[in-house]
């Protein structure tokens, strides 16, 4: 009998916004098989990842950002690797206006949306007692009311209908309230309490609403703005459980688990994907602010 690989080990990803060079399929390569995905924030990180999953499982997908340019030059990157259609819209989660256009495009063009990925974010370290009023508002206006703007907006055009999914890209943040992230970790918060409500408000019209919390997530924008090589430098690894980081690739399968028929029967629950870390790793405050200082200094 061949080795097998330990069952933590994780799947292939690469650091950069490029498509997987080869990909092992742990699910059916058919799980998705005729369905439509709108990823807010797909351009980059963890969207354009999930993007590329859901697309390799059979799915089409729409990626949606304020920079046109960048989700044009991913839809070319992800239609090439995948053979799936991704359509690459303009939108801004915070403006309904915009996103509503956004959403009727995707309809026009696919006729359906089934799956409803909430994954525009921002963040950046930043000390409570030095965040201005307005970056506070602006973080939960991407954060929270994109999330509650898009997720009306398609259950309104779509969803009540037709049933669908809901995936809401949160954080572990506010569980046990880090260091300089009160901006963030207050809009996952209520991000997480959102899935809750709207999972119990929606479930009669068959759509399933869920959060997936990752944790450090190595190759993305929000790695390097909370740290990046100098949280490595801190030792960051060694005090997770597992032992490391986690990919992009992972962050992906979660998703993927969450918005297929594997996950018929979950709605209104938070997928943590962490190695463990909420559980353990320390708030380093004097460290944090040491990494928020030469931030500032840049």
């Known amino acids: 009998m061949s080795e097998q690989p330990a069952l933590d080990q994780p799947p292939a990803d690469v650091e950069t916004d490029e498509c997987l060079s080869s990909y092992d399929y742990l699910y059916s390569p058919t799980l998705l098989n005729g369905r439509v995905a709108f990823i807010t924030g797909g351009g980059s990180g963890i969207g354009f990842r999930i993007a590329e999953v859901f697309m390799r499982h059979g799915c089409d997908t729409i990626i949606v950002s304020r920079n046109l340019q960048r989700v044009a030059e991913a839809a070319k990157k992800l239609e090439a690797a995948t053979g799936r259609r991704c359509l690459p819209l303009a939108g801004d989660v915070r403006q309904p206006e915009s996103l509503t256009a956004a959403v009727e495009e995707a309809l026009r063009t696919f006729s359906r949306v089934d799956i409803l990925v909430n994954n525009a974010a921002g963040n950046f370290l930043c000390p409570a007692s030095s965040l201005s009023f307005n970056a506070f508002k602006t973080v939960l206006d991407i954060d929270t009311v994109g999330t509650f703007?898009?997720?009306k907006i398609l259950f309104e055009r779509f969803f009540r209908d037709h049933g669908g999914v809901i995936v809401n890209i949160t954080a572990t943040l506010a569980y046990r309230g880090q260091v300089l992230q009160v901006h963030a970790g207050s809009a996952k918060a209520a991000i997480d309490a959102m899935t809750k409500h709207l999972a119990v408000e929606w479930g009669p019209s068959k759509v399933r609403v869920n959060s997936l919390a990752p944790g450090p997530i190595s190759g993305t924008e929000g790695m390097r703005r909370l740290g990046g090589p100098a949280a490595e430098a801190m030792g960051l690894?060694?005090?997770?459980?597992?032992?490391?980081?986690?990919?992009?690739?992972?962050?992906?399968?979660?998703?993927?688990?969450?918005?297929?028929?594997?996950?018929?029967?979950?709605?209104?629950?938070?997928?943590?994907?962490?190695?463990?870390s909420w559980l353990t790793s320390p708030n380093l405050l004097s460290a944090s602010l040491d990494v928020w200082s030469s931030q500032m200094k840049k």
């Open 149 to 151: 703007n898009a997720s």
């Open 237 to 276: 690894s060694t005090i997770i459980p597992l032992q490391r980081m986690g990919n992009k690739t992972e962050i992906a399968h979660g998703a993927l688990f969450l918005a297929s028929p594997l996950a018929s029967y979950v709605t209104g629950t938070t997928l943590v994907m962490d190695g463990g």
